[in-house]
T-cell receptor
């Protein structure tokens, strides 16, 4: 079974540009999460999808961030326009609904650098 | 709100040394507690978990006990190996599904 995949693995963009990160969850996982780790700090929750619906987006930092999960499969996280403080590693995770929902399976992350 | 505090790294140990990484938490109710590990170039992997007070999670020689009286979930291993070199994250799951993480502790094990 394939794990959670994320694309790209690295992205370097200039301030003011737009970047779109993609996450493909494990097949059959209805829960999908986005997290972010800013340099050396804790990993912070951004938002949670159940299928295509946003269940909890309390961690989204501002309206420059837009997450979508059309069709309830893969998800994208767009940052527009990017700022220097958006640099960090963006992790995606997925899990089953119901039993076993505790275990979130994480992807390798996308390292975003805004210069 | 919920928070997790874990010891800062990096921690450098010799192979076969005893490891302790401290983790304490603040949460309302009865959270579930986790340790995740990130090996170089890889994503986060669940190492172990405990869902109620006095539970002990264990995996790959690592252990952690859910101590409600001290709000702690310290990670221990009796004899570390070079292959244990990684970043370790303590986390909790309170209400809802989201995880709250600590800052991570980098462990380096040398021969």
């Amino acid at each position: 079974e394939a794990g959670v995949t994320q694309f790209p693995s690295h992205s370097v963009i200039e301030k003011g540009q737009t970047v779109t990160l993609r996450c493909d969850p494990i097949s059959g996982h209805d829960n999908l999460y986005w997290y972010r780790r800013v340099m050396g700090k804790e990993i912070k929750f951004l938002l949670h999808f159940v299928k295509e619906s946003k269940q909890d987006e309390s961690g989204m930092p501002n309206n420059r961030f837009l997450a979508e999960r059309t069709g309830g499969t893969y998800s994208t996280l767009k940052v527009q326009p990017a700022e220097l403080e958006d640099s960090g590693v963006y992790f995606c995770a997925s899990s089953h609904l119901g039993q076993g929902a505790y275990e979130q399976y994480f992807g390798p992350g996308t390292r975003l650098t805004v210069t | 709100g919920n928070s997790v505090t874990q010891m800062e790294g990096p921690v450098t140990l010799s192979e076969e040394a005893f490891l302790t990484i401290n983790c304490t938490y603040t949460a309302t109710g009865y959270p579930s507690l986790f340790w995740y590990v990130q090996y170089p170039g890889e994503g986060l992997q669940l190492l172990l978990k405990a869902t109620k007070a006095d539970d002990k999670g264990s995996n790959k020689g690592f252990e952690a006990t859910y101590r409600k009286e001290t709000t702690s979930f310290h990670l221990e291993k009796g004899s570390v190996q070079v292959s244990d070199s990684a970043v370790y994250f303590c986390a909790l799951r309170g209400g809802g599904n989201k995880l709250t993480f600590g800052t991570g502790t980098q462990l380096k094990v040398e021969l």
